[in-house]
Structure formats: structure tokens, C-alpha cells
């Protein structure tokens, strides 16, 4: 298999992860009038196809350990369960998640929910395998959930100054859905913390899964749970009314492409994060800090809601001061995140 060598292609890697996971949901912006829980199938689907072809390509060229399918035939039982539950899981959390998203923009989807998860994730992640320097690691999480509660601020400014314009039925609408958008991101984000240690120790011990393997094992996870957790949320809908199988058939190819899209475009920033995970321990990077580093596509997910879907426009200067901070905080803690192997106490 591929695997990289020194911090700075480890560094790329993470950069990578980051990029794809602020961007993919874009696809839901594109696909007008498409509804997110549609959208998912193919998602799914996209997941699964894009670790497939990872791992026919660069999970089997190279010489850096077991190919692809060797990885997979050796495997043990406990490292498969682990992988494919961390697929189940984070499944269950992302369409919390993108349901917040769909409705209270990505700028309050990403920062509250992916950010929850940097932190529960970062704090798992190192009691699984410490490494690199805890000081700069934690001290660079704590920025992170102070650009959290920025952002909330920056929210509820949003909506001070918002509730003179419209009537008074479109202000308690925009209100109510900003609320249930925070509580979707809150519990989706903490459990969205959760799925990379379970992926962590699907690699453990000797008949654990190389990081192309695991990613084909954990995206199992999500296209078999898509078809009983999505379902779910369709009968009993985030927002909107009830959607049945057939409404998903009769989307046309442009909305099925975009979600094919979306998942290929999520699988390649997670794989990429999964093969950072496994560089060489000489290295100090381990999965907490590569982790961490790939969410910074908290930050990537706020900029596209803000320059790219406008969704803090009208908000004043309050806002936008408030919106500056955060994205400053955000800055910082990756910053000490991404030196923190630099500097790891021996």
C-alpha cells in the first residue's frame, strides 16, 4: 500500500481531509429542492465506491505493508466489527449533522457540530495512541471550542438583528430553525467524535486493518446503515414532510450525480486522514493530531457559508467582528495542532 513518509506529505494529507470535509456539502446547495435525506442514498453510494478504488489503487501499489486485498483476508473479527460500527456511527451523527446544515446553513452546521467533534474526537483519539506534544495539542482544542461559542454569539447576533426585518411569523420561523439547527449539530457532533477511535482500534494488533482496508470496512458501515437510519428520517423527517423510496427514484441524474459526488469527495478527505493516521510513530503525528488537523474543515465550512452562500450577509458589523474572531481562534488552535508533533515530549 501508499503511505507517506515524512511530516510534510503527512501535512498535505491532513490539508487534503480538511479541503474535503468543509466542502462536500455543497452538493446540497446545488441540488435545489432536492431533499438532504434523498440526497443520502447516493452519498452512500459514493462512499463505498470511492474506498473501493482507493484500495484497488493505492491501498495495493507500493511496498509499504499488506496489499488491499491481503489486508482484508487477514483481518481479525474484532477489527472488522470496530470498523464497520465506526461506519454505523459516524452515519447516525453526519445525518444530524447535514440535517442541521439543511436547516441552519452551513455556518452553524459545521462550526457547532464538526467542531464538538474535533474536541470529543481529539481527547478520544490521544487516550488511544498519545502522541506528539499534549500541551500545544489541548491548549490548540481549547481555541477551537472558543471559536465554538463565537460563532454561536455570532449566530444569535444574526438573529437580533434580523427580528426587525420581515413580519413577526418569518422571525419566529428563522428563529425556531437556527435553535433546532444548534441542538441537531450538538448531538450530532458528539457523536461524530466517536467514530474515529472505533476506526483507531480496527487497526490494532496483529491482525489489524491497514488504513485502505479499514476504509473499505467502515464505508460497509455506511451504505448498510443508510438503508435503516435514513429510512427513519424519512418517515419521521428533520424538516419538511414524509419522503418514501419512491420519491428518491424519481430524482433526475444531475441530483444523483451530486450526492455520488459528495461522498466520493467526503471518502477522499477521510481516507486521506486514515493514511496520515498510520505514518510512521517516528514521525509524532498519530490519529489525535491528524485527527484534529483534517477538522479544520470547520473553518473551510464556515467560509463557503459565508463568501460562497452569503448566510451571515445583513448581519452588521457586530456580526462581522464576532464572525473575524472566530475564524482567528480557529486559525490558532490549528496552527498549535499542526506544530504540536514538532514538539512532542519525549
Known amino acids: ?48 465506491l470511492g474506498a473501493l478504488l ?40 453526519n445525518i444530524l449533522v447535514v440535517g442541521a446544515i439543511a436547516v441552519a446553513g452551513m455556518g452553524v452546521g459545521f462550526p457547532i457540530g464538526v467542531g464538538l467533534a ?32 463565537v460563532d454561536a454569539i455570532a449566530y444569535r447576533a444574526l438573529a437580533a438583528s434580523k427580528s426587525d426585518t420581515g413580519d413577526k411569523a418569518d422571525v419566529i420561523a428563522r428563529k425556531a430553525s437556527t435553535w433546532k439547527g444548534i441542538k441537531l449539530a450538538i448531538i450530532g457532533g458528539l457523536l461524530m467524535g466517536t467514530f474515529y477511535p472505533l476506526v483507531e482500534i480496527g487497526k490494532k494488533g496483529e491482525s489489524g486493518l491497514g488504513p485502505y ?31 418514501t423510496f419512491k420519491d428518491y427514484l ?34 509524532q503525528i498519530g490519529p489525535a493530531i491528524s485527527y484534529a488537523i483534517g477538522q479544520g474543515s470547520t473553518m473551510v465550512g464556515a467560509l463557503w457559508g459565508v463568501l460562497a452562500w452569503k448566510e451571515f450577509a445583513g448581519g452588521g458589523p457586530r456580526v462581522t467582528r464576532l464572525l473575524v474572531l472566530m475564524f482567528l481562534f480557529y486559525l490558532a488552535g490549528l496552527i498549535l495542532v499542526s506544530i504540536a508533533p514538532l514538539y512532542a515530549i519525549q
Open 213 to 243: 482496508a479499514v476504509g473499505f470496512i467502515f464505508s460497509l458501515g455506511v451504505l448498510v446503515s443508510v438503508f435503516f437510519l435514513n429510512l427513519y428520517f424519512m418517515r419521521y423527517p428533520i424538516e419538511g414532510s414524509r419522503l
Open 118 to 149: 474535533l474536541v470529543v474526537g481529539v481527547i478520544w483519539n490521544y487516550i488511544v495512541n498519545p502522541q506528539g506534544n499534549p500541551y500545544l495539542l489541548f491548549a490548540g482544542v481549547a481555541l477551537v471550542v472558543a471559536a465554538i461559542i
Open 1 to 48: 500500500m501508499t503511505l507517506p513518509h515524512t511530516y510534510l506529505m503527512v501535512l498535505m494529507l491532513t490539508i487534503l481531509t480538511m479541503i474535503c470535509w468543509g466542502s462536500w456539502t455543497n452538493v446540497l446547495k446545488f441540488a435545489k429542492g432536492w431533499r438532504f435525506e434523498l440526497l443520502y442514498y447516493d452519498y452512500s453510494i459514493g462512499v463505498a
Open 54 to 93: 482507493a484500495g484497488l489503487t493505492f491501498g495495493t501499489w507500493g511496498a509499504g505493508g499488506l496489499t488491499f486485498v491481503n489486508d482484508l483476508s487477514h483481518a481479525g473479527t474484532i477489527n472488522i466489527i470496530c470498523g464497520f460500527a465506526g461506519g454505523v456511527i459516524f452515519n447516525l451523527s
Open 250 to 283: 424519481k430524482g433526475n441524474a444531475w441530483v444523483h450525480f451530486l450526492g455520488i459526488l459528495g461522498g466520493l469527495i467526503w471518502i477522499t478527505g477521510s481516507l486521506s486522514n486514515f493514511v496520515a493516521a498510520s505514518a510512521p510513530k517516528a514521525l
